[in-house]
């Protein structure tokens, strides 16, 4: 359906090839597998689909992630694809994968991180629901997939794989193995990056060849030398193994123009979806179609984050230009309209405010879109966000405690993120984020100060996890051992009891167990915990909790709705209440308030009062910035002063320019 008004070069001048329309009878099949989940398409199989075809092959894509999902219930299958990090899924289908090499499974479900979930907890402790899918439904589903789809017209099949979805994945390329010896496997993805995919491949049978890095031009490139009878491992990207070893990896630059590609082409995805019942029948329910404007990090190329492993070596920023971009979603919403449209980008282009979100703020088109964004943004750059049609970001917030973002390498302050988080509520933009600890160098102090932060934020969005850092593959506490020193690392528990022992796991592991040597105790992070447990309880809750304000003649008022109980209302006057709307928009020191707005009073007398809202707890104090923690109210309201009722000022609202206060109140 979608093969983009774009494609590459190479394909066009490549339909002269005398073997051109050949290709129609080398077909090619592309598979996901569980764990990824199913409330959207694989953006790896829509658009190599679309690049492969644009080469002359037909194509065929699985999403057999959907068939379990249904098979199992959709609610149980997405609690294991979040859970992610403990290779639940992995061990599912081991033995489907590796039969009687599979190692032991004795003391497996007993592992205590397995158990920190209380959803995944009660679903561990059906220790028989766990074996009989393990033992039955599992190979059932296998082979319901082998036999309901007619793989002797298939040349070859390709797997991607990124975090649980391997052992799945060669449970059915052993099958189909065996069934079918003519077709010819090949894999790529994340969990095959670097040696992962060198090992990998060494060791897994029903593996036959493997793409390691970037396929748009690998896959099309692999599937000519295969139709013309040349060798695949000669092409940049691919090996293989041979005679007990594997071949040597000719790399592959990245990809750079990626104005180049086609559109993915998602349209099995839904008829399979359609098929097992499996769509969102709720309107305000919507399907998740991903995207991609942009691929490594722009931030990393700089200061990688020290925690973040996701780039592997693709961390080199390119972006689609504005044009290709604005195109793209165009034709993405017209095949597939009700749908929230997911940037995979790690990060968002800053260049995107300038051009296509000028653009969209001002189509007026219906867009629903989500974003990986830095959180130094500015209340500009969030309006602009929202109006064009970004509803949801991820704005990469790990801590609120400015010392531990700059053990993280983040680039950024406690008080920015808050800020960002601020103005998100108030154009009415989810924020996903989480709280990380336990990075070398960080204090105790570090965690009782976020602790006493915390109930002062409850009016804005609270974080979706909390805990220890996880230790990635490609992340600099990995790779830079000298900076970050450890008592030890190894792989994480999970896989002993997933890979035969012929498989290197110090080589195949993307998660690790270790202890760095200056490590706090678990104790430190307590009272932060429990504080982030309320906060996150608070939100369950129907009335969400508040703090606002009105901007009246010659005062403001605020309400503080924060905490359970009877409200508690502020009346501020000047020249108090200009120094608070100054401070709403973004952090500022006191100097920089004099100086900004020729301020008469001494910066003592500045910090006097900013020092009052802060003890109040209207306001955060980060070093020497200060920031007010109010957001403007979105509704109108009456004042009651001196007995007489008040109307207030028209209110700023999401669809009025910005506005600096004007500080005629305060020194005169």
């Not at 319901?144 to 002797?152: F, N, P, Y």
């Not at 095949?335 to 405010?353: C, G, K, R």
């Not at 933009?429 to 602790?451: C, H, K, M, S």
């Not at 000022?649 to 005629?664: C, F, I, K, M, R």
Request: charged share 25%; aromatic share 12%; glycine share 6%.
């Amino acid at each position: 359906m979608l093969n983009g008004s774009n494609l590459k070069v190479e394909a066009e001048t490549d339909a002269i090839s005398p073997n051109y329309l050949s290709r129609q009878d080398f077909p090619v099949a592309l598979v996901s597998m569980p764990f990824v989940s199913h409330h959207r398409p694989s953006i790896q199989l829509g658009l190599l689909k679309a690049i492969a075809t644009s080469y002359n092959f037909p194509v065929t894509t699985f999403h057999f992630n959907l068939d379990f999902a249904h098979q199992i219930g959709p609610e149980t299958y997405e609690l294991l694809c979040e859970f992610r990090g403990h290779l639940l899924g992995d061990w599912l289908f081991a033995r489907a994968a590796f039969g009687e090499d599979t190692p032991s499974e004795e003391g497996f479900l007993a592992l205590e991180n397995l158990h920190i979930d209380n959803n995944m907890a009660a679903f561990i402790e059906d220790s028989q629901r766990v074996q009989d899918l393990r033992l039955k439904e599992i190979p059932a589903y296998i082979e319901r997939l082998v036999e309901t789809v007619d793989w002797s017209q298939f040349k070859v099949v390709g797997f991607t794989s990124t975090f649980q979805q391997n052992t799945a994945s060669f449970a059915l390329a052993a099958a189909l193995k065996r069934r079918y010896p003519h077709l010819i496997t090949v894999f790529g993805g994340a969990n095959f990056e670097d040696e992962m995919g060198l090992e990998l491949t060494r060791t897994i049978a029903c593996i036959d060849y493997t793409i390691i890095g970037e396929g748009d031009k690998a896959l099309p490139e692999f599937l000519i030398a295969l139709h013309e009878g040349r060798d695949p491992a000669e092409v940049r990207g691919v090996v293989t193994r041979r005679e007990g070893k594997v071949t040597p990896l000719i790399s592959r630059p990245p990809f750079r123009n990626l104005d180049e590609l086609p559109t993915p082409d998602y349209s099995e995805y839904f008829e399979r979806a359609r098929a097992l019942d499996l769509l969102p029948t709720d309107p305000e329910q919507l399907v998740e179609l991903p995207f991609e404007s942009s691929r490594g990090c722009w931030w990393g190329q700089k200061h990688q984050c020290t925690f973040c492993g996701l780039n592997g070596n693709g961390i080199t920023y390119r972006a689609k230009s504005a044009g290709r971009m604005m195109a793209e979603l165009a034709e993405l919403s017209k095949y597939y309209p009700n749908t929230i449209m997911e940037a995979v980008d790690n990060i968002l282009d800053m260049s995107y405010f300038n051009n296509v979100f000028q653009e969209l703020s001002q189509a007026n088109t219906d867009y629903k879109l989500f974003y990986e964004v830095k959180a130094n943004l500015s209340k500009e750059q969030l309006k602009l966000l929202h109006r064009g049609g970004v509803i949801n970001i991820q704005p990469g917030i790990e801590s609120l405690n400015s010392h531990v973002l700059k053990l993280m390498r983040k680039g950024i302050s406690a008080i920015q993120n808050v800020n960002t988080m601020r103005w998100a509520r108030h154009f009415n933009i989810d924020v996903g984020w989480n709280v990380l600890w336990g990075f070398p160098g960080e204090t105790a102090e570090d965690y009782r100060e976020q602790a006493a932060l915390i109930p002062l934020l409850t009016h804005l969005k609270p974080p979706g996890g909390y805990g220890r850092i996880w230790m990635e593959r490609f992340s600099p506490i990995y790779f830079e051992r000298e900076l970050f020193p450890t008592r030890y690392i190894r792989p994480e528990t999970s896989y002993g009891y997933i890979y035969p022992e012929r498989v290197n796991l110090e080589k195949i592991a993307y998660f690790f167990d270790y202890e760095f040597e200056d490590s706090l105790p678990n104790s430190t992070y307590k009272e932060l915990a429990e504080n982030l447990k309320d906060w996150m309880e608070a939100w369950k809750k129907p009335d969400k909790p508040l703090l606002a304000y009105w901007v009246y003649e010659g005062f403001i008022q605020i309400e503080d709705l924060r905490q359970p109980g009877p409200s508690h209302t502020y009346i501020v006057e000047e020249p108090q209440a200009s120094l608070y709307l100054a401070l709403s928009n973004q952090p500022h020191t006191a100097l920089a308030l004099k100086t900004k707005y020729d301020l008469k009073m001494p910066v003592s007398e500045i910090e006097r009062y900013l020092q009052k809202f802060c003890d109040m707890g209207l306001m955060m104090r980060d070093g020497l910035y200060y920031l007010s923690l109010a957001i403007p109210a979105n509704k109108p309201r009456y004042a009651v002063r001196n007995g007489r009722i008040c109307l207030n000022l028209p209110q700023e609202d999401e669809d009025t320019p910005a506005a600096q206060p004007e500080l005629t109140g305060v020194g005169v």
